[in-house]
């Protein structure tokens, strides 16, 4: 009877070889001349052709250095058609990332909205809150701004604003007055 070969993968296909041999990857090298590292960068060859050199990262860099978007435009067609691509190259902030703002996450949503009324960066400190709110509320006060609806709205945030940031410390302080 034959001896039976010993097999480690349990029944788990997963576990298996991928590939079932133990051969050596094929790995493209870099089509510069004398470049030994691996080729992973795809450049045309000539403007619309399907034909591609692999390039090295570094040599793929130096080969779109030399390369002019514009060649063969006058310069008022140049000018034209990088106007027309402007807006295609502006970026925005991923839609399911608004959640995410600045801050170091030791303040909350309404603590960093506050700030964002009176002006300040998000780690300011108690002394600079407490100054911009002063200064806010001296210039929306309605003896000073007078009595419209926007003076008022204005005022009121102002308030709101203070009261969100002070309540906020005061928990923060009995929070280490606590553990201390």
Known sequence: MPRGRRNDDWGFPRWRDYSGSGAAANVRLCDRHGCTNAGNCPAPKAPNSPERWWFCQEHAAEYNAGWDYFRGLSP?????RAQSEAGQREYSRAKHWQWGDEGDGS???AELDALKLLGLDTDADMKTVRAAWR????ASHPDV???????ADRFRAVQ??????SAA???RTAARESQA
């Open 145 to 151: 701004a007078g009595n419209g609806a926007d003076a």
């Open 76 to 80: 008022e067609e140049a000018a034209a």
């Open 135 to 138: 200064s806010a509320a001296k």
């Open 107 to 109: 303040r909350s949503r």
């Open 169 to 171: 410390d005061a928990a």
């Open 160 to 165: 709101a604003a203070w009261d969100v940031l």
